[in-house]
């Protein structure tokens, strides 16, 4: 056999050896591994029952998370080699989707969880070291690109109460002019610029913000967040179960998508409680939400990814829906009945687990479950209600 045969098939072989290793590395491996990993190395767990310091661990867990280069909330699940090839390839081609991936809703909640708790708890050396990474994160930000970004207006705020420093204002005002350059016509924020579909997502992301900047300008703040919360309540909440439904067309307002999606739920949900607290108004709304959600209780006690048909449990939905009950009955709750809701869930790092992938489109979910930013963030904010280091 010449050489000139010889080297074409051995680079066939090599070739064919290199495609293999990437059909397996990106289906096979990319595809059993977690589940491997899950089944035979399932993380290691906290007994919220004998551990007393257990708030400690969520919130260091939390620490660590924002010192990551890369997010922990899972953005998207296998779809076998051809469609996960070319995502790889979009992800290193794209650098709007790296950013998005590195500035999101999750690390927003992440930063205004820590902020909260340390401040509520009097942790000084926790909220330090959260304020130098989020100086650094934001300085980043030349510009606010998404709905998304709003809450870090939160964890803004609360750094200018404790610190002082206008940059922190100087950032919220800049969120808010971004909310402003969000709205239609009719005055309401789309999720997305130009965007048919209203989003409990928006509720959840922007009214909060609204509401705790009111004290910083001269705009009634609380009369455009009454205006969000409005139109959803007209055309996206059921007027008997008073759930919330995923999307509403805004040139027809026909709903659109899932009734029982649990994370739209919560986003709804948090709104609704800031407001009420604030305001007083949506009594019927928030109290009537309270009693359906308590009749779609899993066996645990807690939430699944759909409320009332798919049981799973989900920590991005059972933490949004406590923390929105506590919101406005925080007598209600204590530490140690909370935590044992999350019994199973918590690893022994104080990490929350099983929190639902995100969300794809309307009727268009994740099956895929793990950690995440949020649910970790949206834990702290209950602790910083109810934890039993309270000074206050």
Do not use: C
């Amino acid at each position: 056999m010449s050489s000139k045969k010889k080297y074409a098939l051995h680079t066939v072989g090599a070739v064919s050896l290199s495609f293999n290793f990437l059909v397996l590395y990106v289906d096979t491996i990319s595809y059993l591994l977690p589940k491997i990993k899950q089944r035979y190395f399932p993380p290691k767990l906290m007994q919220t029952d004998s551990n007393f310091d257990s708030e400690t661990l969520i919130m260091k867990s939390a620490v660590r998370m924002i010192n990551y280069n890369h997010t922990v909330t899972i953005w998207n699940e296998p779809n076998g080699f051809t469609q996960e090839l070319a995502k790889k390839i979009k992800k290193i081609k794209n650098k709007e989707s790296h950013e998005y991936i590195l500035n999101n809703y999750p690390k927003a909640f992440l930063y205004y969880g820590l902020t909260e708790y340390a401040i509520k708890k009097k942790e000084r050396v926790i909220l330090d070291e959260v304020k130098i990474k989020f100086d650094s994160f934001i300085s980043l930000q030349k510009t606010i690109k998404r709905v998304d970004q709003v809450p870090l207006g939160l964890a803004a705020l609360n750094l200018y109460k404790a610190y002082g420093e206008k940059s922190y204002l100087d950032f919220s005002d800049k969120i808010f002019a971004f909310i402003l350059s969000q709205m239609d016509e009719n005055g309401i924020v789309s999720y997305r610029k130009n965007q048919i579909i209203a989003f409990p997502d928006t509720l959840g992301f922007v009214v909060p913000f609204l509401l705790k900047y009111k004290d910083h300008t001269d705009v009634d703040t609380v009369l455009i967040a009454k205006e969000q919360m409005d139109y959803f309540i007209e055309f996206g909440v059921s007027s008997k179960t008073y759930i919330p439904v995923h999307g509403v067309n805004r040139d027809n307002n026909v709903q659109v998508g899932s009734m029982n999606w649990g994370r739209g739920i919560g986003w709804y949900f948090m709104a609704i409680a800031y407001f009420h607290k604030e305001t007083g108004e949506y009594k019927e709304e928030y109290y009537g939400l309270i009693e359906t959600l308590s009749k779609l209780k899993n066996k645990q006690g807690a939430w699944g990814q759909f409320p009332g048909s798919k049981d799973r449990f989900d920590a991005s939905a059972t933490t949004l829906f406590i923390y929105s009950m506590i919101i406005n009955n925080p007598e209600k709750f204590n530490l140690i009945d909370t935590l044992k809701m999350f019994d199973g869930y918590i690893s022994d790092k104080g990490t929350i687990l099983e929190t639902s992938g995100d969300t794809y489109t309307l009727n268009s979910y994740s099956n895929t479950f793990g950690k995440s930013e949020l649910s970790q963030g949206i834990l702290l904010l209950i602790l910083s209600k109810i934890g039993s280091k309270n000074y206050e």
